[in-house]
């Protein structure tokens, strides 16, 4: 399975040997600790749900603090449940840290995208503006959606002004540079989908692992 979550920290610049300046997010993953695992024979698949960041007690609600109490665990202020399709073993309890993970090797990040709030269709779909002579009245609006006649409306899913923004995204392949054990830190090159704070999924990609 191999996955964690994490909190981005923000973006810096490290050095490599050669003296390249490599672009990284930096991320505090875990440590986090596995509050259920699921198997075929119980749930109908193979998965492991794991809680991050401690919560106060009086925070969670009778159901959740019920399911806490039986896996034995803190309160977490964050749960999330991975597939474990590669056959490894976990336990109620157990904690994961950025130590399991190794330099060099590819990862997937999720996570929600900044909210841009209401924009307008050349910022959302990259439109081109209308004509900037004197008298336009379409310097930024939108032209035709539709024609008059037939078929007399705008069908829907036509690109035009709305909400921008707060969607779910995966980066995927994303280099795992370095990692900070005593810091529970791990750099990552390029940038990942959020703002600082944000909280992310992290987990080995399933394909481009060649270091």
Same mark, same amino acid.
């Given at each position: ?98 130590? #399991? ?5 590819? /990862?997937?990040?999720?996570? =929600?995208?900044? $909210? *841009? @709030?209401?924009?307008?269709? %050349? ?56 990692? #900070? ?5 791990? /750099?990552?090159?390029?940038? =990942?989908?959020? $703002? *600082? @704070?944000?909280?992310?999924? %992290? ?9």
């Amino acid at each position: 399975m191999k996955a964690i979550l994490g909190k981005k920290i923000g973006m810096t610049q490290i050095f490599a040997e050669s003296g390249e300046v490599i672009p990284v997010t930096v991320i505090q993953a875990g440590p986090e600790t596995v509050t259920q695992v699921k198997t075929v024979e119980t749930d109908g698949y193979n998965g492991v749900q794991v809680g991050f960041e401690d919560q106060k007690a009086h925070r969670v609600n009778k159901p959740m603090t019920g399911h806490f109490e039986k896996a034995g665990v803190e309160p977490k202020k964050y749960l999330a449940e991975f597939r474990n399709d590669e056959g490894e073993t976990y336990e109620v309890g157990q904690t994961i840290t950025v130590a #399991d993970f190794e330099e060099g090797k590819k /990862l997937d990040i999720t996570g =929600v995208s900044k $909210g *841009k @709030g209401t924009q307008g269709n %050349i910022k959302r779909n990259n439109h081109r503006r209308g004509p900037m002579g004197h008298g336009s009245k379409h310097k930024r609006l939108a032209g035709g959606l539709a024609a008059g006649t037939y078929p007399s409306r705008v069908f829907p899913g036509n690109d035009g002004p709305g909400r921008m923004g707060r969607d779910t995204v995966t980066v995927q392949n994303v280099q795992l540079v370095k990692i #900070d054990a005593d810091r529970n830190l791990m /750099l990552v090159k390029g940038a =990942v989908p959020g $703002g *600082k @704070g944000s909280l992310l999924k %992290i987990r080995y990609a399933a394909k481009g692992q060649d270091k």
